[in-house]
């Protein structure tokens, strides 16, 4: 089988020169996990392709150019080829994410540089067109809103509710790091008193117990290092996704949210519906809808999972949360998200220490809980797809593609069977 990939090129300090062609596996073989291999480009595109979607029902594959803020169509042409389809549609900055409407009319970028959230119309040739963008964001932890006080009371009710939740979420961790801490101090202080009573002769036989320094807050997670006032915070529109429904959710990394729309089809425009607020300094990236009904929510930033539920009127809301595992480091931010073939286990990529993070789903979707944390075997593992009885990773940094076999009793990942260099990839999707 071939799959598409997108890349960032030269633009963006990438080696790709467009959008490439990846073969995994054999035609007729039923493993993904046969012989892997960068087959060159399927169109130059002189720009960085970083995101890719197909039509759902037409030959025509839409790219994000994240480095010239443009949506632009391909049309493909023989076993594996592309071509421009008209020319590229300007939608706003850093243009990371795109998702096709299940009609075809029209499509929704979001821009990861300035928060913008806008449809694009699709013709009968599945042209992208004319332009709307959603209402800009509002962030729920600001402490003056665009209503001013009202406003700024408001957006706190709002987000009372995750802030309550993640707290408690943390209660019991705090709490035990809190004894330590305090057990840390005592032990600190009787050591000085023995090393007192002990005398300049014996004090060094006495254990010294250092007291912790208070955690420094780095700059631009909330404060202004340099004058200890809020930093600013800047909206960050990281994915869209259709729901059932004719619901779109959004999500906003900068502004710890979760957007609700109904719309955004060849029919009407995009009317927002109440949003779901997540812990602060989260940064909600991607998403995935289980068929149970629930939408999973992976936070780069905060390395957890969310997940996510409408109640009977159609307002959704927040279920439960788990940190993605117990070995990521604290300098890791968390990538793409997709389920198994059965819905049954949750990948989450990690990048910093270049892993996989494994969850199952649990009862009735409303629960998952980390069970594994693997090695990617790529560095930087931005993107991940499961193909057949594969789990296929693109490593952004180490310029390459590499081929994981899933257990399918455990949902584990094992270490990489293959591998191919392809340059700095970002996105797979299969051919059609």
Not at 121 to 146: N, Q
Not at 198 to 211: I, K, M, N, Q
Request: with cysteine; glycine share 14%.
């Amino acid at each position: 089988m071939r799959l598409l990939l997108g890349g960032y090129t030269a633009d963006m300090q990438g080696a790709a020169r467009g959008i490439g062609v990846l073969r995994a596996g054999e035609a007729d073989s039923a493993s993904a996990g046969g012989p892997l291999a960068f087959e060159g480009e399927a169109v130059v595109t002189g720009g960085s392709p970083s995101w890719l979607a197909w039509h759902p029902s037409l030959p025509v594959v839409y790219a994000a150019m994240e480095g010239a803020g443009t949506v632009q169509a391909f049309r493909r042409t023989g076993a594996m080829g592309l071509t421009r389809l008209g020319g590229p549609v300007e939608v706003g900055e850093a243009p990371c994410h795109i998702a096709v409407a299940p009609d075809g009319a029209s499509l929704i970028a979001s821009c990861w540089g300035d928060g913008r959230v806008v449809r694009v119309r699709v013709d009968a040739e599945g042209r992208p067109g004319p332009t709307a963008a959603a209402g800009a964001a509002r962030d729920p932890y600001a402490r003056e809103g665009s209503a001013g006080a009202a406003g700024a009371a408001a957006d706190a009710a709002d987000a009372s509710d995750a802030v309550a939740f993640a707290v408690a979420g943390q209660r019991d961790r705090d709490a035990r790091e809190e004894q330590q801490g305090s057990q840390v101090l005592d032990l600190a202080a009787a050591a000085e008193a023995l090393r007192q009573v002990a005398g300049d002769e014996f004090a060094h036989l006495v254990p010294e117990y250092a007291v912790p320094e208070p955690p420094v807050v780095a700059a631009g997670a909330g404060t202004d290092a340099d004058a200890g006032a809020p930093a600013a915070r800047s909206s960050h529109a990281h994915q869209t996704v259709f729901l059932p429904g004719g619901v779109l959710a959004t999500a906003d990394m900068g502004f710890d949210l979760v957007r609700f729309w109904r719309g955004g089809d060849g029919g009407g425009g995009m009317r927002a519906l109440p949003d779901v607020v997540l812990p602060r300094g989260s940064g909600p990236r991607h998403m995935v809808w289980h068929p149970s009904g629930h939408l999973y929510v992976v936070t780069e930033l905060s390395r957890e999972l969310f997940v996510l539920a409408p109640d009977a009127a159609g307002a959704w809301h927040l279920v439960s949360g788990t940190p993605l595992a117990a070995g990521t480091l604290a300098d890791d931010t968390a990538a793409e998200v997709c389920l198994s073939r059965d819905a049954q286990f949750v990948y989450v990529g990690v990048r910093g220490s270049d892993t996989l993070a494994v969850l199952r789903v649990r009862g009735d979707g409303s629960q998952v809980e980390p069970v594994a944390l693997a090695e990617a075997g790529v560095a930087w593992p931005r993107h991940h797809m499961v193909v057949l009885d594969t789990l296929l990773v693109a490593g952004q940094r180490s310029g390459d593609v590499a081929a994981l076999t899933l257990d399918i009793r455990t949902g584990l990942p094992g270490r990489p069977r293959v591998r191919t260099s392809a340059p700095s990839p970002t996105c797979i999707v299969p051919l059609r």
